[in-house]
Structure formats: C-alpha cells, structure tokens
T-cell receptor, first 112, second 114 residues
C-alpha cells in the first residue's frame, strides 16, 4: 500500500510570493492534517480536513489556507510568504478522525 | 490548550544499552499517546502508541508506559542498535472528540554509539 505522498519535496520561493503544496493520503484515508516543523517551534498543527471540510485549525495567520478534494487529496496554500515561513511542511493521513496518523516525507520550503 | 514536555532533548547511549525518554502533559482529557521516530530527511514514523485505558504496551524492543494520574508517559528502547539513532517525538491527542490534532513534544535526539 502506497504511503502518504507530498509534492514537491523541495521549494525555494521569494518573500511576498505564494506557494501551494500537495498531499495525497493513503488510499482509503479520508482525513488529512497539516503540520509545520521548524527548529524553533517544533511540530505545530496547521489544520485538519475530513470529507472536504476543515474540521480544526491551529493558531496560524489567515495567509495559511487549505482545501481537500473529493478524492481526499489536499492542498495547502501560503500567500505573501515571509522568511519565517521557511519550514518542513508535513501532511498526515488517517482513515477517519480518530485513528493513527501516518506522515509523508514533507515539503521543505525555503523563503529567501 | 495541551502542553507536552519531553526530556531529555539529547540522549547518547552505547549499543546494547537501554534508552528512556519521558513526556508529561497537561490536559487530563488527552487519551491517546503516540510516539514517532524521525530520521534525517524523512517524515515522522509512528512506532508505538497507547490508549488511556492501558498502562503499558510492548512491541519487541520498544515499550511505552502511561501514568494517567501523574500525566506522564515514557518510551523505553532496550538493546539499542545504531539504526535506532533518530529524533523521537511524543504526542498526545484527545481521540474521544471529533478533533484529531496531535500535540507534540520538542523531540529527543537519540544517538546510539557502536
């Protein structure tokens, strides 16, 4: 069974630009969560989607947004990039809201 | 919100020795406690988890213990091997609700010397 797939693996963007990251969950999994990982703040929850609806949101500014499609694939978007947005963005999938979360390898975003 | 503290931040052991990582949490509603291993350049990998109705769980060389009264849980790795070297994260979640977010500790860098 294929794992969680995140694309792209690496991104370099300039301040002020926007970026879209993609996550394909494990086949049959309907919940997708996004986390930001930085050396300073550790792993922080961004949001969770289930059946195309955002079910929970962390304490991030409105520049961070996401969506989920009918096939459970999810995208997150960050607008007006800042240097502090440089991080590893991780996607996790679950087959419903209350089971084990499996992570992808992440997208390493560097903002210059 | 939940606050998860993890200790130590770094741990070095000799191959074959045991390693113990401890976490405390603040929210008594937390009832699911997974542990993740993250190797360089990879995402976190779930290695073991425990529910609040269980005090201990073991899987080969890895075990987790939970003390709900004291709000702490620990990861025990026996007979460590160099391939156990990685960053380990503890996490909590309130799996009894419809919210599935994980709250993570800051991680422990485990180094196993051959």
């Amino acid at each position: 069974k294929a794992g969680v797939t995140q694309t792209p693996r690496y991104l370099i963007k300039t301040r002020g630009q926007q970026v879209t990251l993609s996550c394909s969950p494990i086949s049959g999994h309907r919940s997708v969560s996004w986390y930001q990982q930085t050396p300073g703040q550790g792993l922080q929850f961004l949001f969770e989607y289930f059946s195309e609806t955002q079910r929970n949101k962390g304490n991030f500014p409105g520049r961070f947004s996401g969506r989920q499609f009918s096939n459970s694939r999810s995208e997150m978007n960050v607008s007006t990039l800042e240097l502090g947005d440089s991080a590893l963005y991780l996607c996790a999938s679950k087959n419903n809201m209350n089971t084990e979360a499996f992570f992808g390898q992440g997208t390493r975003l560097t903002v210059v | 919100g939940e606050n998860v503290e993890q200790h130590p931040s770094t741990l070095s052991v000799q191959e074959g020795d045991s390693a113990v990582i401890k976490c405390t949490y603040s929210d008594s509603a937390s009832n699911y406690f997974p542990w993740y291993k993250q190797e360089l350049g990879k995402g976190p990998q779930l290695i073991i988890d425990i529910r609040s109705n269980v005090g201990e769980k073991k899987d080969q060389r890895i075990a987790v213990t939970l003390n709900k009264t004291a709000k702490h849980f620990s990861l025990h790795i026996t007979e460590t091997q160099p391939e156990d070297s990685a960053v380990y994260f503890c996490a909590t979640s309130d799996r009894g609700s419809t919210l599935g977010r994980l709250y993570f500790g800051r991680g422990t860098q485990l180094t196993v010397w051959p």
